[in-house]
T-cell receptor, first 113, second 113 residues
Framework: DAEITQSPRHKITETGRQVTLACHQT?????MFWYRQDLGHGLRLIHY???????NKGEVSDGYSVSRSNTEDLPLTLESAASSQTSVYFC????????????FGPGTRLTVT | GQQVMQIPQYQHVQEGEDFTTYCNSS?????IQWYKQRPGGHPVFLIQ?????EVKKQKRLTFQFGEAKKNSSLHITATQTTDVGTYFC?????????????FGAGTQVVVTP
C-alpha cells in the first residue's frame, strides 16, 4: 500500500545545530508540503514543492530550507535550530493540480533545547 | 495572519448532543476541505466541497459551503466519543497556487460520556 513516512518521529537537538527531517512518499504525488503545528495556530505551511527541482516558500519559511531531487522525497532542513522551532512537523502530499486531498505523514516532534 | 478563521476553538459536548463548527475566509475559495486529527495523530481528510451552496453528508456529519464560497460549516449530530479530536477546515484560495491550502486553527472537540 502507498504511504507517506517521516523520520525521525522524535528528535531533541541543541540550539544552533543543523537538523534534517525526512519525508518519503510512495503515492507518486507531485505535490509535497511541510507544515508545522503549534497550539492555537493550526497547521502553518513552511515550504512546498510541485515536482522535482521545484520548491516554494510558505508563510513561515524563515530558518528552513527544502530540496526536491526526486518525486518521493522532500527533506526539511533547519539551518541553525532555534527554540522557537520546537514544534510538531507534518509532511503531506497530494496529486497534481487543484483540489486534491492531502495525505499526511505521522509527524515529527522536534524539541530544540 | 490567519486568513481562515475557525470558531469555536474548543467545544465540550455531552454525548448524544449536536454541535457545529464554523470556518470563515477573508477571500473567495476555489474549494474547502475538512480534516480530522485524533489526539496524538495526524490530520486525516474527511471531505471536499467545491460548489457554491454545496451540502454533503457523511453519516452523522453534515458539511456546507457558503453561497459566496467564503465560509463553511461542519455539523455533527448525536455526538459519540469517537468524534473526539480536532477538526480543521482548509481552503484553497482562488488567488493561490493549485493544491496550496490555508488551514484554520481548528476546533478541538471533547466529548463527555
Amino acid at each position: 500500500d502507498a504511504e507517506i513516512t517521516q523520520s525521525p518521529r522524535h528528535k531533541i537537538t541543541e540550539t544552533g545545530r543543523q537538523v534534517t527531517l525526512a519525508c518519503h512518499q510512495t503515492w507518486n504525488h507531485n505535490n509535497m508540503f511541510w507544515y508545522r503545528q503549534d497550539l492555537g495556530h493550526g497547521l502553518r505551511l513552511i515550504h512546498y514543492s510541485y515536482g522535482v527541482q521545484d520548491t516554494n516558500k510558505g508563510e513561515v519559511s524563515d530558518g528552513y530550507s527544502v530540496s526536491r531531487s526526486n518525486t518521493e522525497d522532500l527533506p526539511l532542513t533547519l539551518e541553525s535550530a532555534a527554540s522557537s522551532q520546537t514544534s510538531v512537523y507534518f509532511c503531506a502530499s497530494s496529486v497534481t493540480g487543484t483540489g486534491g486531498e492531502q495525505y499526511f505523514g505521522p509527524g515529527t516532534r522536534l524539541t530544540v533545547t | 495572519g490567519q486568513q481562515v478563521m475557525q470558531i469555536p476553538q474548543y467545544q465540550h459536548v455531552q454525548e448524544g448532543e449536536d454541535f457545529t463548527t464554523y470556518c470563515n475566509s477573508s477571500t473567495t475559495l476555489s474549494n474547502i476541505q475538512w480534516y480530522k486529527q485524533r489526539p496524538g495523530g495526524h490530520p486525516v481528510f474527511l471531505i471536499q466541497l467545491v460548489k457554491s451552496g454545496e451540502v454533503k453528508k457523511q453519516k452523522r456529519l453534515t458539511f456546507q459551503f457558503g453561497e459566496a464560497k467564503k465560509n463553511s460549516s461542519l455539523h455533527i449530530t448525536a455526538t459519540q466519543t469517537t468524534d473526539v479530536g480536532t477538526y480543521f477546515c482548509a481552503g484553497e484560495r482562488t488567488t493561490d497556487s493549485w493544491g496550496k491550502l490555508q488551514f484554520g486553527a481548528g476546533t478541538q472537540v471533547v466529548v463527555t460520556p
